[in-house]
């Protein structure tokens, strides 16, 4: 996303260059500096819709995946932390 927010800056003073009408280059300015936005947004928006379908479904391996993820992650957190410690310790 900074990419595109870097290259707006630019495309707006090459309009400055190239369109006489002030309401006209103001108009089409906006549109460049929310073009990323929107984007965004409607990634967003899209990946929500299939959040809704997935946490819907009946199969624990299809909907419960994302808690099944966290705690897996979590105790291979805690049991790594504690294995140092009583490496380290002993």
Known sequence: MSILSSLIGPATKLLD???EDKDQKNAL???IATMAERHAQELAQGQLEVNKVEAAHKSLFVAGWRPAIGWVCALGL???DTCEYYWYLG
């Open 17 to 19: 260059k190239v369109i």
């Open 29 to 31: 300015a906006h549109e």
């Open 78 to 80: 805690l049991q790594c």
